[in-house]
DNA sequence: CCGAAAATTGTGAGCGTTCACAATTGCATC
DNA sequence: GATGCAATTGTGAACGCTCACAATTTTCGG
């Protein structure tokens, strides 16, 4: 800096005046600075002035498996507004699902000096460990729940599991099995409970349900042990990954769908539409969802404290997977 | 730290001392140190640290398209070793694939002063913009092609597709099809050039390809075109969405998999496995190609200039897609 | 053409840390 | 008990920038 404020033959303070564009500056100085800016190719260290202002500009996302669809495509948009609103990321992913390794990226993160946290964790482990935050910094959880201490951006999971649910029984399925998410996974519980309610509404016994592992694996052997049962007509399956196990399974086993078992996933993953059949699916806009959270994020920094809990609404998408139910 | 040192009862360049746990400090005077330091839970700013040693102990990361599973999971892989080394990272995705894009990206985090780039965007316009790069920093690519003037970590691509190739013929295939990933990705000319190369190789002239755009949709719609012309029993797709729209399309076009057309798939993604059905593949191991990235970067940053590309070998993963032509 | 307000520019200090020294202390040696 | 050397501790300056204020110049009404 000194040595463009000594090119264009100004003081360090003016030279900053004119990066800050503050309004007392002559416009031949200005100008002048410019070109020596220009000149020599300078750019501001933006350690120092972090330094000196306390603003670092930078927010940290703690992630747990960004190789997932899901959480990639919200640190996605977490990135794309982010630098929308002049921040930068800073990532830290969980190595395991503990307290201690919640604890240690934020303050991995904190140490780095970001001036808000996004926590892409949707355990109930990790959010639990949210409540023990000894220092106050500025963060934002996704799909966390409803809990009171942290505000949240979430996908109206249940209300996706629901619709998912109504869209089986309105074809006219008598009843409407169910392969959930890991029982660690607030996710899974409140599509758990989407669909229990929606089967009671309408007057149905929820049958027993299974918890998978997300994975395509977890989905296809919980489908072997699901074809043997000729009374199941129809399945509402916590994510599309295993949908596609299932669908692989049933397959194997001699089950046409939709003629036989109609199937609905949840996600809407890019593949999705290209299963064997198409997968009828919920679709979560995961991008949205990552920008509103730093929408809430920088908010919380900016403004200072509140702001309302945030709910996208996700959205059923129907395909080949599913067919109206004929006795 | 002044107000640990007060408390510790010694100067703050003792407080340092103690940090950076230098050899010459008393026994006692440590102790003391460090149970102020517990005491008042002090951390030592990095921002300030960084500013006057020049080290900020940050790496950046550019990429085009984290949604997708190879640049996921390279970005973990990437992200993990980088914890290990000691180095936070920072991420800058790019919005569009043109030169100001990737500069404008490549300047904001030398901004946030970061020692050292990696980027992960293996279009060729992308490696084109490396080139024209005014400040030198350490800066390491992915799957950017055996270019003279950037140091890269890349999968054998190559290698990949001539073992899918040589694996199709070795069945008895007469022939091999090929639907490439888009033109401007380097990986799908080398995938193309060791498809080729195998073909000539055995003797076979090889017959046209498409370009898809890695997406299952245009799979299907290449495949549908495929689907008419009954010469062809073998296909070597450049990935595993494509391959998952292409069997989609033979699907519906009545045409049995692997019996009467053999399938080979590229990257290996987890859902590849339950695909309808299961996908022979050629795995790609991102997640160690991204901490041989890093790896490569830091061996820059701290050693100073060279070090040898590196090239992670690839692995045929045989599944149901594939089986013996029988004429 | 004077004085005051406005516009423009410059100066000193400090953000939290490390570096290069200088200063002090301890302890064994002669 | 003086001498020297290692071990330990402290001091000033600097990193690149912004803040608060002071100093200078310009502008303009009367």
């Not at 990532?91 to 780095?112: D, E, K």
């Not at 996208?312 to 139910?325: D, G, I, K, N």
């Amino acid at each position: 800096m000194a040595d463009v404020a000594k090119l264009a033959q100004v003081s360090y303070q003016t030279v900053s005046r004119v990066l800050h564009d503050s309004p007392n500056v002559h416009r031949d100085t200005r100008d002048r600075v410019l070109a020596a800016i220009r000149q020599l190719d300078y750019r501001p260290n933006l350690m120092a002035q972090a330094l000196v202002t306390g603003h670092s500009k930078t927010l940290g996302v703690v992630s747990f498996d960004t190789t997932l669809y899901g959480p990639a495509s919200t640190l996605l948009g977490i990135e794309q507004a982010a630098h929308g609103a002049g921040y930068s990321v800073s990532i830290a992913s969980l190595q395991s699902l503990n307290r201690p390794s919640m604890l240690g990226a934020i303050a991995r993160l904190q140490g780095q000096g970001v001036e808000g946290i996004i926590v892409i964790a949707p355990q109930k482990s990790a959010v639990e460990a949210l409540l023990h935050l000894s220092h106050r910094v500025p963060l934002v959880a996704v799909e966390a729940g409803p809990d009171e201490s942290v505000p949240v951006v979430a996908v109206d999971q249940s209300a996706g599991a629901a619709s998912a649910t109504r869209h089986l029984l309105d074809l006219g399925h008598r009843n409407v099995w169910h392969i959930a998410g890991p029982p660690d996974f607030l996710e899974a519980e409140l599509r758990i409970s989407g669909w229990k309610t929606t089967l009671k509404k309408a007057g149905i016994q929820p049958p027993p349900f299974t918890h998978g592992d997300w994975s395509a694996r977890s989905g296809y052997e919980i489908g072997q042990r699901l074809a043997k049962n000729h009374e199941i007509t129809a399945v509402f399956v916590a994510n599309d990954q295993m949908a596609l196990g299932l669908l692989r399974s049933l397959h194997e086993a001699g089950r046409e769908i939709p003629k036989e078992i109609s199937i609905v996933g949840f996600d809407d993953i890019p593949e999705a539409a290209y299963f064997t059949p198409p997968l009828t699916t919920i679709r979560q806009d995961f991008t949205e969802a990552g920008r509103r959270c730093l929408r809430l994020l920088v908010g919380l920094i900016e403004t200072g404290e509140p702001s309302a809990n945030v709910m996208v609404a996700p959205e059923l998408v129907v395909r080949s997977s599913t067919t109206a139910f004929r006795r």
